[in-house]
């Protein structure tokens, strides 16, 4: 079975611009969820899609806005980039169910976001 | 507001030696992640914890978690190189929602 892919894996982008970024999930899974790892704020979570559906937000501005298609698939946006904004951008899938019994989550390989 | 608190954030230790990370968690979970990231690597998954007691094993890491004491370990015997990455705990929130600790870098040296 396919593992969770990313594309681009890099990417260099300047202040101002805008950047998309694409994950596809393992088949059969139905949510994603993306992060934003930087070294001073660690791993923190962007929000979740299921569905087609934003399911769950984090705390961050609304220059950070996702999508998700009905094949699962999902991008996600930055737009009037900033210097912090440089970071390792994950994604993650699960099969997505509402019980909090079991939700495993696999990891993509990552975008690599610089922003000069 | 969940919280999550690992220590410590870096631990350089000799092979051969036994060590125990810790994560601390502010809210009730019923469920607890260990992830491994190597250097530029993604985060590859390690243990899923989803009982009070519950303690998995994998080759020298050994997770355990108490959910009434909102704490989970990562015991790790006889260190060998190969081991030296970050290790982060996370804890399950709404749906699929993982709040993440600070990491641990370990450092396994000869």
């Known amino acids: 079975k396919a593992g969770v892919t990313q594309t681009p894996r890099y990417l260099i982008k300047t202040r101002g611009q805008q950047v998309t970024l694409s994950c596809s999930p393992i088949?059969?899974?139905?949510?994603v969820s993306w992060y934003q790892q930087t070294p001073g704020q660690g791993l923190q979570f962007l929000f979740e899609y299921f569905s087609e559906t934003q399911r769950n937000k984090g705390n961050f501005p609304g220059r950070f806005s996702g999508r998700q298609f009905s094949n699962s698939r999902s991008e996600m946006n930055v737009s009037t980039l900033e210097l912090g904004d440089s970071a390792l951008y994950l994604c993650?899938?699960?099969?997505?169910?509402?019980?909090?019994?079991?939700?495993?989550?696999?990891f993509g390989p990552g975008t690599r976001l610089t922003v000069l | 507001e969940l919280k999550v608190e690992q220590n410590p954030l870096f631990l350089s230790m000799q092979e051969g030696k036994n060590y125990t990370i810790y994560c601390n968690y502010s809210t009730t979970s019923d469920r607890l992640y260990w992830y491994r990231q190597d250097p530029g690597k993604s985060l590859e998954s390690l243990f899923v914890?989803?009982?009070?007691?519950a303690v998995k094993q994998e080759g020298r890491l050994m997770a355990s978690l108490d959910t009434k004491a909102r704490l989970s370990t990562l015991h790790i015997t006889a260190a060998v190189h190969d081991l030296s990455a970050t290790y982060f705990c996370a804890v399950g929130g709404t749906a699929s929602k993982l709040t993440f600790g600070t990491g641990t870098r370990l450092q396994v040296t000869l």
């Open positions: 993650a899938s699960s099969l997505g169910a509402t019980s909090s019994s079991y939700n495993e989550q696999f």
């Open positions: 914890l989803l009982s009070n007691g």
């Open positions: 088949s059969g899974h139905r949510s």
